[in-house]
């Protein structure tokens, strides 16, 4: 039976881990999978990835690193997104891993204009998405938790934007049939949007953010956090 793979592109912050558990462990239970169907592969630490054809399906997850820094560890796993994308590996990338499949694939990432987005956040689907087979899971309105200060500024040719925020256009994009990316996590439980909220306090003030205001608007978000229902039920399918 083939893995799942998660693409580990960096961890929570340690006093997190330590509470809450990391990235790998938040994406399983989301998923939905037993830890013996997942493969974890630090790229971040120089893990060789294995050939796509030998997986079910990736994730690709967050980190603290900028994509612009073009690191090593990054720029390879770049070139195994496009070997994945012509194997036609189902794919999915959360936050760093969203502006990663955009960089690999043609697109541009930078610096997110009016300075970083952080919180449990409005989202809405784009008109047209509805007939998205993945989009169709959520309402046109939904909730998300988001934390980057880099985004998908353009988007790579042939790419289809499904959902944006206010600060935000490129939140969610589908690339072809069977890959797809999140500027938002729907990996995070309010739980842990809050621990980055604290963690982060007084840079947030430093930037003039209202993090009282913030702490006060997070909350579940299990229209998000479907995404990956139906995703981890998608991907054990094609394990077998």
């Not at 997942?38 to 990736?58: F, I, N, T």
């Not at 206010?166 to 069977?178: I, K, S, V």
């Amino acid at each position: 039976m083939k893995p799942l793979l998660i693409v580990q592109t960096g961890s929570a912050p340690e006093p997190i881990c330590a509470r809450l558990g990391d990235f790998p462990h938040w994406f399983r239970l989301a998923l939905g999978v037993h830890p013996r169907r997942l493969r974890v592969v630090r790229v971040d630490r120089d893990e060789a990835l294995p050939p796509p054809r030998m997986c079910a399906g990736a994730v690709i997850t967050g980190s603290a690193a900028m994509v612009t820094e073009r690191l090593p560890w990054s720029e390879r796993t770049a070139g195994w997104i496009r070997d994945a994308m012509d194997a036609a590996l189902p794919l999915l990338g959360v936050c760093y891993g969203h502006q990663l499949m955009a960089h690999a694939l043609g697109g541009r990432v930078d610096w997110l204009p009016g300075g970083r987005e952080i919180g449990t956040q409005r989202l809405e689907l784009l008109p047209g998405a509805a007939d998205d087979p993945l989009a169709r899971a959520l309402p046109p309105v939904f909730r998300a938790h988001t934390t980057h200060e880099q985004s998908v500024l353009e988007p790579p040719a042939g790419a289809r934007v499904l959902a944006r925020s206010a600060r935000d256009p490129h939140q969610m994009l589908r690339y072809g049939e069977r890959a797809f990316s999140t500027q938002f996590h729907p990996e995070f439980s309010a739980q842990a949007m809050a621990a980055y909220i604290r963690r982060r306090a007084a840079k947030l003030r430093e930037e003039g953010l209202d993090v009282p205001r913030l702490l006060r608007e997070v909350g579940p978000t299990p229209h998000a956090r479907r995404l990956l229902e139906v995703t981890g039920s998608d991907w054990a399918g094609a394990a077998a």
